[in-house]
């Protein structure tokens, strides 16, 4: 107990030295600072852990340290090496986090101006439960805690947050009004089933009007079968079957979005049914008796979902030269023109006759 | 402005061939019999300066003179299926400054414009909080507020242009941006009142339309710098924007920023929706697909002269002017040439260098009236180089439609006509 009223007066004197005169250390603004840790950490009493652990009684505590919180390996490994919270180490880890501990899960992209530094670390050294604040910072801030301690258990206590103590608590039939999205692991699936053959008759009356009756689509209306192995053409078809990487997608977007003009009209069982139907019109299941179900949702794999990888434009060699843009002298000759607009003539004008160009927008 | 005038003969290059020239040729006719006797808009008394005008509320909510008529968004039908799930483009050619008006911003819509009672709005968080939530928008209202300018640039912009010069004008090449001052309530504020569980690291963000538009967005960027905007340069939200409450997600593709938001989940991984799959999603030449290219990137384009807005004052003095962007923060340069990037100046951006903002910049350039190849090349304070379109059609190929930032080229012929196209 003692040795920690001593680190945190040592932290205190230390934040101070750090911060030299110029940067004054104030609780008041660390608190609104604290505004862009909340939502990932809570302090006070009764402060529980959220995506990243309480904070209190950090001045002093080893990093990687809080029974019950799962720390990244990396952030354990810190602490086990001999990283203890002090304002020093934590203005450097608050700046930039994955510098300080590579591999820290916390996605905080770091405070950048040093007062916001000196005064968030003022404001957490208010959280010590084992004796008086930091001299800074007692008189400039009350313990934070007020509001969450005020707030009446029960139903009616609002935001768990209680940071301003705004909106309701939902009811579980309002998010079940609402939170219809699915996941490819299946989350959020409703309870149901469906045929192909059911399917089959629901498109016909509901969709193929639109999508056409193979899912080839009519006039511009977007196609929904089909285009396999077209995908390095010069004109690619997209659809369900050659392009789409889960069925999820499919169940999610029919049972929110369609039929266009009369979405959420369907039952959860036409959807199943429908879907099933979509794979059948894509070859990926060839039985008119396949039944899709909640059971069997998430084993059905589609074709194409090996291909899609994470953004690496940054990585282009055009993004690469190293080297100043040119300025004088860049290229040799004279310019010449490769193609027109005007020659395509595709320009909208009323009254004209636009030709239509293959690719639209998507 | 003038160069809106000019445009009232709409953007097909045709006509302006045909009436543009005509029209440059008798006007300089009547100049030059006028001047003898003294120029008639002076020497004549103008109704307006004899008549007096309408009272004040005869337009209890002002709209431009009627000169300016032309001045509008425009769609190009052939695009998609149906204007209910379109898009229709902001009239960069005849616009200045950084700031979009509000009835300019291009709207794009999957299943047509929301009409929403903000009485009857909602807006709810679930998923992986301590405690779901609704919120009414006078809720909202009592948030702390910020306001910030961000552009707003849909992923397909420029998407026509990838396979070469398509559409001839920077409203149909360019016109899906705009950028505006948003009014609203830091998007971690809201999702503090919630409680955020452990393990919550995507948010599923919802919309009230009857597309029910959803999209994941990584957590990092959610708490860093989105907001829940309910204003834009001043006043609420226009329907086509999102009326009452959008999502701002600055520097990235508009799809993210979802209308009419009702709803913010909070999950462990991304929910996959059909505009991350399906869509928005960049075919390579390979075959494979990008994903989640969230950020648009380094990007110029010289709005006039431009299809739409003419030379039409002969050689001599002339603005050349245009809008860049980034978003990975602020634009650092802007490069314009004449020559089709055989040499390049330095142009003088003005205005605020805001990050996640329009940037204007102009060149004052004395035109002797030869054809001109003109291009604007944008360098941002990443240090990132706005490339060619051959440069990205040889990294990607021609299939991506998405995230199209190439250098777009004008030709000005010695008649002032401008055309897009591409050059060697």
Not at chain 1, 85 to 109: C, H, I, N, R
Not at chain 1, 224 to 230: K, P, S, Y
Request: charged letters at 20%; hydrophobic letters at 40%; aromatic letters at 8%.
């Amino acid at each position: 107990m003692l040795k920690f009223l001593e680190a945190t007066a040592i932290a205190a004197v230390a934040a101070a030295a750090l911060c030299g005169g110029a940067v004054a250390q104030d609780a008041g603004a660390g608190k609104r600072t604290f505004a862009k840790c909340a939502a990932c950490h809570a302090v006070g009493p009764g402060a529980r852990h959220r995506v990243g652990p309480e904070l209190n009684d950090l001045i002093g505590r080893t990093a990687g340290s809080i029974e019950g919180y799962r720390y990244s390996p990396a952030m354990t490994k810190a602490g086990q090496g001999g990283l203890v919270w002090t304002a020093e180490t934590l203005q450097s880890y608050l700046a930039d986090p994955k510098a300080v501990v590579p591999g820290t899960k916390m996605t905080f992209a770091g405070l950048k101006k040093a007062d916001e530094l000196a005064n968030i670390v003022a404001y957490l050294g208010t959280f010590a439960t084992t004796a008086a604040a930091p001299p800074s910072a007692a008189e400039a801030t009350p313990p934070l805690a007020a509001p969450a301690a005020a707030a009446t258990p029960g139903a009616a206590t609002p935001g768990a947050g209680h940071v301003l103590r705004l909106g309701r608590q939902a009811t579980p039939e309002e998010i079940a009004a609402w939170d219809i999205d699915i996941r490819p692991d299946g989350l959020g699936l409703p309870k149901g089933k469906g045929t192909v053959a059911q399917g089959g008759e629901i498109y016909e009356a509901k969709c193929a009007a639109c999508h056409g009756g193979f899912g080839e689509s009519v006039g511009r209306w977007p196609v929904l079968a089909g285009g396999q192995d077209t995908l390095q053409n010069d004109r690619p078809e997209k659809t369900i079957g050659s392009y789409w990487p889960f069925l999820s997608t499919v169940y999610d977007y029919v049972r929110r979005a369609m039929p266009f003009g009369d979405a959420r009209s369907l039952s959860d069982d036409d959807v199943y049914a429908l879907t099933a139907y979509l794979l059948y019109l894509n070859d990926i299941v060839t039985d008119e008796n396949f039944v899709l179900s909640d059971e069997n949702f998430t084993a059905v794999k589609m074709p194409n979902a090996a291909n899609f990888i994470d953004d690496d434009r940054a990585q282009e060699a055009h993004y690469h030269t190293g080297a100043a843009p040119c300025m004088t002298a860049c290229r040799p000759g004279t310019a010449t023109i490769k193609t027109h607009a005007a020659v395509l003539d595709v320009t909208p004008e009323e009254g004209g006759d636009d030709r239509q160009p293959a690719a639209g927008i998507q | 402005m003038s160069q809106s005038n000019e445009s009232a003969q709409g953007p097909s290059r045709r006509r302006l061939l045909k009436a543009g020239l005509a029209g440059t040729l008798a006007g300089g006719l009547v100049t030059g019999r006028a001047l003898a006797a003294g120029d008639p808009a002076i020497t004549d008394i103008q109704d307006w300066n004899r008549y007096s005008g309408p009272g004040v509320d005869a337009q209890p909510y002002g709209t431009p003179s009627p000169y300016e008529k032309t001045v509008i968004r425009r769609n190009v039908p052939w695009l998609t299926a149906d204007p209910v799930s379109s898009v229709n483009f902001t009239p960069l050619h005849a616009l200045d400054g950084i700031i979009t008006p509000n009835g300019l911003c291009f709207e794009r819509h999957h299943a047509g414009v929301a009409e929403i009672d903000p009485a009857a709005h909602r807006l709810m968080i679930n998923g992986l909080v301590e405690t779901p939530l609704v919120f009414t928008m006078a809720d909202l209202a009592r948030f702390p507020r910020t306001n910030r300018i961000y552009f707003l640039e849909c992923a397909a912009n420029s998407g026509m242009e990838w396979r070469g010069a398509q559409l001839n004008g920077c409203q149909f090449t360019h016109g899906m941006v705009h950028c505006v001052m948003y009014t609203g309530v830091p998007l971690r504020a809201v999702l503090a009142e919630a409680g955020l569980k452990p393990g919550a690291t995507w948010l599923l963000a919802e919309g009230a339309d009857a597309a029910a538009m959803t999209r994941s967005i990584p957590l990092e960027k959610a708490l860093d710098d989105c907001m829940i905007a309910f204003a834009m340069n001043g006043e609420a939200l226009r329907p086509e924007q999102g009326y009452p409450i959008r999502l701002v997600v600055p520097g990235w593709e508009g799809n993210m920023w979802v209308k009419w938001l009702r709803r913010l989940e909070l999950g462990d991984q991304p929910w996959q929706q059909r505009e991350e799959t399906s869509k928005y999603t960049d075919l390579l030449a390979s075959g494979k697909a990008r994903r989640f290219t969230w950020a648009m990137e380094v990007k110029s384009v010289i709005t006039s002269p431009s299809p739409q807005a003419p030379v039409r004052h002969g050689r001599g003095r002339l603005v050349i002017s245009g809008l860049a962007w980034t978003g990975n923060g602020r634009i650092a340069q802007v490069d314009v040439t004449i020559d089709g990037g055989r040499n390049w100046t330095a142009a003088r951006i003005d205005g605020p260098s805001l990050p996640h903002a329009l940037h204007r910049f102009y060149l004052e350039h004395d035109w002797d009236g030869s054809a001109l190849f003109l291009q604007s090349r944008a360098i941002d304070e990443k240090g990132y180089v706005q490339p060619t379109k051959d440069a990205l059609r040889a990294a990607r190929g021609s299939n991506s439609i998405y995230h199209n930032n190439g250098i777009q080229t004008w030709y000005v012929g010695t008649d002032g006509v401008v055309e897009n196209v591409e050059i060697s």
